[in-house]
């Protein structure tokens, strides 16, 4: 039992931040309609250039805020450079998919040019912890569950409540329609990789605060996880992904625990193949919503 | 008799020339088309004529290769769709015509994206008076809705903005009798008595040609007759290459 309750609650720090990247990865692609592999090595980035802004010794939550933006804009660049003019060209939904895993494979051999492979360490594992019910967690944990609750429910709110989220919702949907509308959805795409790109950079030093070392691979063996939490929760809903991040955490926790942690990423490919077989569209898909990785 | 619509006024919309099509293939080689303010005028030809086409070409949507679109006289070739949309034209393409993971109140939001708050409210309800049977639907997802009702609403989104050229492919493909009738004598005609300037591309050419007010026949990607659309209904070689295939199209959709 002790087991167990250790592992959920692994399982819940470790959902945090596969829920705040999967949402990230989501949205680009429910709202961008990219499928954007690069996103793994990006979150690498953002570790990295985390790790440097902790060498000036600045605190570990400010440099989560710094690297997000940082992260956000290099995230739009990306899109203008590489994957708007490749759509522009037509390239098929496929190319553009391919076009991100080579774009991925480039920026962490990059990484490896400036940082080396060796590993690093945000040395966050220690600190105080706080432990309700049976659940014991680090402070550290605590905030970036907190964080990550908060930007969810942000999210949320800016997706369906306000103008601009709803536009956003549009312009996946039908960005001629959009267009014809009179909005600008050039600048609701720049908004969408602003917005995605923050929560990739946070979700890329949150991934390195929680874990014990990393190096240059640490987004790309993340990405497996936000996927399966993506397609889980129905890609391109940001709440799906957010539920996503949690089943996903907590069923390769207690596999970790039961079995063996190599069974870790196994879970994370089962639960994607499984959803992938029955429930192509999410577990709360309403329709049409996600068509298009059903179909793609 | 007038050969062209031009006659009659400045056209709010016009197109000289226009070559288009898509990558390397021309679909409308040189199409004049004029809208007067407060006219109606129709695009008929069979399937694959390029109809379409040349509505993309005007809302820079399909490759302009050669030729000219003006607005109230101003060359607004090539222009991005948003722009225009700003400028006062409306459009609701054939297919694809609504946000389909949206309600129909989020989809009529969205048509009246470039307006305030309380513009919106006012114009949400003067057009939800032209689609009363919107009404109690307001909170359903597009995705779950039928063809007609979509329809409503895309024709609907496109009034929003109370453009004052309005461009619609097909608006009343999957309606019913009396929904078509609705929209082409009920809206499509009352919003050119209006003032407005609409061009319609319908495939039900007789219900679309009996009220209009000028029509243009596109066989292949050019003009086979522009007249008024009477004298179009009348013209047993017109019936003959065209409008007798449509009539019985009529009765299957
Ligand atoms: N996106 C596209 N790319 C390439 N060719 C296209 C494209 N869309 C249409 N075409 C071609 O252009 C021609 C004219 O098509 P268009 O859609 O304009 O016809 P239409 O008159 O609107 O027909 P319908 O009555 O069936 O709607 C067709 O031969 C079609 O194959
Ligand atoms: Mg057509």
């Not at chain 1, 705040?20 to 990219?34: K, M, R, T």
């Not at chain 1, 640490?218 to 889980?232: D, P, R, T």
Request: with cysteine; charged share 15%.
């Amino acid at each position: 039992m002790k087991l167990l309750i250790e592992a959920i609650g692994f399982g819940i720090a470790t959902g945090a931040v596969i829920a705040l990247g999967a949402v990230g990865f989501s949205v680009q692609f429910g709202i961008s309609n990219v499928l954007n592999i690069t996103y793994g090595s990006m979150m690498t980035l953002a570790a990295f250039v985390g790790y440097a802004f902790l060498q000036l010794n600045l605190n570990v939550w400010l440099v989560m805020a710094v690297t997000s933006v940082i992260v956000a804009v290099a995230s739009v660049v990306f899109n203008r450079l590489l994957l708007e003019p490749l759509k522009r060209r037509g390239t098929s939904f496929v190319g553009v998919i391919i076009a991100t895993v080579s774009a991925g494979i480039v920026l962490q051999y990059v990484i490896v040019a400036f940082v080396g492979a060796t590993a690093h360490s945000f040395g966050q594992q220690s600190g105080r912890t706080v432990s309700a019910l049976d659940f014991v967690f680090t402070t550290s944990q605590l905030i970036i569950i907190g964080t990550t609750v908060v930007l969810m429910v942000g999210l949320h709110v800016l997706l369906t409540g306000t103008k601009i989220g709803r536009a956003m919702r549009a312009t996946s949907t039908n960005r001629t329609v959009a267009r014809a509308c009179g909005i600008r959805t050039e600048r609701i795409i720049d908004f969408t990789w602003l917005l995605s790109g923050a929560l990739c950079g946070a979700a890329g030093v949150a991934l390195a605060i929680t874990t014990v070392s990393f190096d240059f691979t640490l987004g790309s063996s993340f990405l497996i996880y936000m996927i399966a939490a993506a397609v889980l929760g129905g890609i391109g809903q940001p709440y799906g992904a957010m539920v996503g991040g949690l089943v996903v955490g907590i069923a390769s926790q207690i596999a970790g625990a039961y079995w063996s942690p190599a069974y870790q990423d196994v879970i994370a490919f089962v639960i994607l193949i499984i959803m992938l077989l029955v429930r192509p569209r999410g577990l709360f898909s309403t329709g049409t919503a996600n068509r298009r990785l059903a179909n793609a | 008799m007038p050969t062209s619509s031009a006659d009659a006024a400045p056209s709010a919309l016009a197109t000289r020339g226009l070559v288009a099509g898509y990558g390397d293939v021309v679909v409308v080689h040189g199409v004049d088309v004029d809208v007067q303010k407060g006219r109606l005028v129709t695009v008929v030809g069979p399937n694959g004529a390029g109809k379409s086409t040349l509505l993309k070409a005007i809302l820079g949507l399909s490759k302009v290769m050669d030729g000219h679109v003006m607005l109230d006289g101003a060359e607004v070739t090539g222009q991005p769709l948003e722009l225009l949309a700003r400028r006062g034209i409306g459009y609701v393409p054939q297919v694809d015509d609504v946000f389909e993971t949206l309600r129909v109140s989020e989809n009529l939001e969205m048509g009246g994206y470039l307006l305030d708050k309380s513009e919106r409210a006012a114009r949400l309800d003067e057009v939800l008076e032209i689609f009363p049977a919107l009404k109690p639907k307001m909170r359903r997802f597009l995705g779950t809705m039928s063809g007609g009702e979509r329809k409503m609403t895309a024709v609907a989104r496109a009034l929003m903005l109370a453009p004052r050229v309005l461009v619609l492919d097909e608006p009343t493909a999957g309606l019913s009798p009396a929904l078509t009738r609705v929209v082409l004598e009920e809206q499509a005609r009352v919003l050119a008595h209006h003032g407005k300037a609409v061009l319609l591309v319908e495939q039900k050419a007789h219900a679309a040609l009996e009220i209009s007010d000028w029509a243009y026949v596109l066989v292949r990607g050019s003009v086979a007759k522009s007249a008024p659309a009477r004298e179009v209904l009348g013209d047993p070689d017109m019936a003959e290459i065209f409008l007798g295939a449509t009539v019985r199209n009529e009765g299957a959709r």
